[in-house]
């Protein structure tokens, strides 16, 4: 597709399970973006990848969190033992490289912990 | 460190007004400027940027906004806004690290 695309659109789970959240950027984009966005804020940065490497990953809140992108697209964000408060929607960007171009974003993973 | 200060919460208008949305930020290095727009169940779309040059920059949707070095703000404004305004508007900052610092953001809500 032409624009960043992130999957599931929605998802729900429970207390304490494993989740994975996918990003498809937009086709020879280097820099990808995961960004968390709570219901009445604007969205916190998360990690930055450039290529396949995590060149900022200092907004991840714990470890808990961690995402990969292995071979320079696609890109997983994994959080594992969920909380209820990690509920948001969790939004990817990419971008054709890292500084002051535009960032294309998704239309976000709502995800919901019950 | 950076950060984004958007005064306003929510901007009640009637149609046809003119609208300004506030935006302050603070950095101790030079910064990139972007204004972003959310539409309803919709992800962010770029509405206007400030790199360098002219501070007066135009966008889309007839949006533009001022880049004041002085007093650190870069507001958006609009001279007529129409019911299809009426969305999520987030300021945003970039200091070429990569990452952006969002506002909280400012529901602007368009009246009939």
């Known amino acids: 597709g032409a624009g960043v695309s992130q999957t599931p659109s929605n998802k729900v789970t429970e207390k304490g399970k494993y989740v994975e959240l996918r990003c498809d950027p937009i086709?020879?984009?280097?820099?990808l973006y995961w960004y968390r966005q709570s219901l009445g804020q604007g969205p916190e940065f998360l990690i930055y990848?450039?290529?396949?490497?995590?060149?900022?990953d200092s907004g991840l809140p714990n470890d808990r969190f961690f995402a990969v992108r292995p071979e320079g697209s696609v890109s997983t964000l994994k959080i594992q033992r969920t909380e209820r408060g990690d509920s948001a929607v969790y939004l990817c960007?990419?971008?054709?490289?890292?500084?002051?171009?535009?960032?294309?974003f998704g239309q976000g993973t709502r995800l919901t912990v019950v | 460190a950076q950060s984004v200060t958007q005064l306003d919460s929510q901007v009640p208008v009637f149609e046809e007004a003119p609208v300004e949305l506030r935006c302050n930020y603070s950095?101790?290095?030079?910064?990139?400027l972007f204004w972003y727009v959310q539409y309803p169940n919709q992800g962010l779309q770029l509405l206007l940027k400030?790199?360098?040059?002219?501070?007066l920059v135009k966008g889309i949707n007839g949006f533009e906004a001022e880049f004041n070095k002085s007093q650190t703000s870069f507001h958006l404004r609009k001279p007529s806004v129409h019911i299809s305004d009426t969305a999520e508007y987030f300021c945003?900052?970039?200091?070429?690290?990569?990452?952006?610092?969002f506002g909280q953001g400012t529901t602007l809500q368009v009246k009939p």
């Open positions: 960007a990419s971008s054709p490289d890292r500084a002051n171009t535009e960032a294309f």
């Open positions: 086709s020879g984009h280097t820099a």
């Open positions: 990848f450039q290529g396949t490497g995590a060149a900022d």
């Open positions: 950095s101790s290095v030079s910064v990139y």
């Open positions: 400030y790199l360098s040059g002219s501070t």
């Open positions: 945003a900052v970039n200091s070429n690290t990569g990452k952006l610092i």
